[in-house]
């Protein structure tokens, strides 16, 4: 008898130690239907659901408004609920460092890095300006006759911009930058001759490229891109040592448990291995990153120290 009670009780403890969803689960995108993080979220509900017939139903639900703010917010509100997940990217860090937000990666359980999209530098397709060398004569000759499309300040394309800026000896604080809220509202201001260059993931500009109506200049990423960028040169190739990754994680409520974070590690690794994530990977011009555990934990730490440097260079920080 006393063996059985002490079987029966460490099977109670395998059993307690294995979580799996038990309610639909809420896969939170901080942008609107069709932005970047809204793609990513869609991507992973329908592979999920297609890789694994035994899983719960899964709904993308947008949570648009505070450049992610919103969103950490609501996701928050569920602390150590595991049925609600969020897609999150570098503002997570910079809304903090700039007083739009009270959370930062420390803020929220950090479940896995899914991938990367690398910053491209878009001119309209007539502009004098061929190569990132072009560019960097306009500035530094005079900084603010370069009209300069972003949409978010202090987000990955407007770091990646400042660090290359301050690569070629500009200050940063000189140059003349345009907010716009949408990346679509930027691309129409460049094919409209209002600004002279657009900053942006390649997903905002491919389409424009793809057409004839822009050009790439360059890209920011650590090597060439293929399909219609694989001639279009990096930074690096052109002198400037700049690379900076506008990463997609999945991220849970705070407070989640081992248990959950262990099951949904294993599931998002599980995805990214899939011939289906490789499709779109590809179609999306998205770089594999897939990270977890420890090594998450110390890429978003090395990230938010980065930032929080030039976020402060830039006096942008609260």
């Not at 950490?72 to 509100?77: R, S």
Request: proline share 4%; aromatic share 6%.
């Amino acid at each position: 008898m006393a063996c059985a009670a002490a079987f029966l009780s460490e099977a109670a403890q395998v059993q307690a130690q294995i979580w799996k969803p038990s309610k639909p689960v809420e896969i939170i995108s901080p942008s609107s239907p069709g932005g970047s993080t809204d793609t990513t979220a869609r991507t992973m509900q329908r592979i999920m659901q297609q890789e694994d017939r035994g899983m719960v139903p899964l709904t993308v639900v947008n949570k648009a408004g505070g450049n992610q703010a919103v969103a950490i917010a609501y996701l928050n509100q569920h602390a150590g609920d595991a049925h609600y997940v969020a897609i999150a990217n570098p503002s997570l860090n910079s809304n903090f460092l700039t007083g739009i937000s009270d959370s930062r990666y420390l803020d929220v359980t950090a479940l896995a890095l899914l991938s990367s999209e690398y910053t491209v530098f878009t001119v309209p397709a007539a502009s004098p300006v061929k190569r990132f060398a072009d560019l960097a004569a306009l500035l530094k000759k005079t900084p603010e006759s370069v009209a300069i499309g972003i949409t978010t300040r202090g987000g990955a394309n407007h770091l990646v911009l400042c660090l290359a800026a301050r690569a070629i000896g500009v200050d940063v604080r000189k140059l003349k930058i345009v907010s716009f809220k949408s990346n679509g509202e930027s691309i129409t201001a460049l094919l409209g001759g209002h600004i002279h260059l657009v900053v942006s993931t390649v997903a905002a500009s491919i389409d424009q490229v793809t057409i004839g109506t822009a050009r790439f200049i360059a890209v920011g990423s650590p090597q060439r891109l293929g399909g219609l960028l694989a001639n279009t040169p990096t930074l690096r190739e052109q002198g400037i040592d700049v690379t900076k990754a506008n990463w997609r994680v999945v991220v849970g409520a705070k407070k989640l448990g081992t248990p959950e974070i262990a099951y949904w590690e294993g599931a998002l690794r599980r995805m990214s291995r899939s011939a289906a994530w490789r499709e779109a990977l590809e179609k999306e011009y998205w770089t594999d990153s897939f990270m977890a555990g420890r090594e998450l934990r110390a890429f978003l730490e090395s990230e938010y120290a980065v930032d929080k440097a030039l976020l402060s260079e830039l006096g942008l920080t609260k």
